[in-house]
């Protein structure tokens, strides 16, 4: 696709659940970022992926958090035993290069854990 | 944690006039970047400034750079109400991942 494409765009989980999100980066982009975004508030990073490896995850918040790109193209964040303060927009972005210049993002995933 | 402070947190003008937003950050930095974010969107890279440049232009945008102050500034000449939406100023230092401040919420009134 011509952007980077994230699904689901809504996600409501009760509390205890399991979710995984997915980001479709812009192909032959190098890097993909994962961040989470509080109502009203800036984006927060969460972990950095250079290809398939993932070069820096020091944003998660929990071990609940975890997050994969196992080809070096689609990645999914998975969040287990979701609990309230989860609920926030998770927003993935892509660049082609490594770790330099704009961030191209995805419309995000909105999680509410009721 | 976030680095980078817009001010004001909101803003309101008419159509027409000028918007400024201001952004300020802790460390040294290699680029600095402003973004755009329609509500309930993803967000849209606007202009990117290196440490190294104090002045930017980009259509009706103009973007200023002072790493003596560790601050920059966005101008919107001439705002629309299509220009409505929170924008966001974004930091990058060393091999860092970018850094995003907590925006401007611009309200553009017809």
């Known amino acids: 696709g011509a952007g980077v494409s994230q699904s689901p765009r809504y996600k409501v989980a009760k509390r205890g659940q399991d979710v995984a999100l997915r980001c479709d980066p812009i192909?032959?982009?190098?890097?993909l970022f994962w961040y989470q975004q509080a109502l009203g508030q800036g984006p927060e990073f969460l972990t950095y992926?250079?290809?398939?490896?993932?070069?820096?995850k020091s944003g998660l918040p929990s071990d609940r958090f975890f997050a994969e790109r196992p080809e070096g193209s689609v990645s999914t964040l998975k969040i287990q035993r979701t609990q309230q303060e989860d609920s926030a927009v998770y927003l993935c972005?892509?660049?082609?290069?490594?770790?330099?210049?704009?961030?191209?993002f995805g419309e995000g995933s909105r999680l509410t854990v009721l | 944690s976030q680095q980078g402070e817009e001010d004001p947190q909101a803003l309101s003008i008419q159509e027409g006039e000028n918007a400024t937003m201001n952004c300020s950050y802790k460390?040294?930095?290699?680029?600095l970047q402003w973004y755009r974010q329609n509500s309930g969107r993803g967000l849209v890279h606007l202009i990117l400034?290196?440490?190294?440049?104090r002045e930017k232009h980009s259509g009706r945008l103009r973007v200023t750079l002072d790493t003596s102050k560790k601050s920059s500034s966005l101008l919107i000449t001439a705002s629309r109400a299509a220009d409505t939406a929170s924008y966001f100023c974004?930091?990058?230092?060393?091999?860092?991942?970018?850094?995003f401040g907590k925006g401007t919420r611009l309200s553009v009134i017809a």
């Open positions: 972005a892509s660049s082609p290069g490594v770790n330099t210049g704009e961030l191209f």
């Open positions: 192909s032959g982009h190098v890097s």
């Open positions: 992926f250079q290809n398939e490896a993932q070069l820096d």
């Open positions: 460390t040294s930095i290699n680029n």
């Open positions: 400034i290196r440490s190294n440049e």
């Open positions: 974004a930091t990058r230092g060393g091999n860092t991942p970018l850094v």
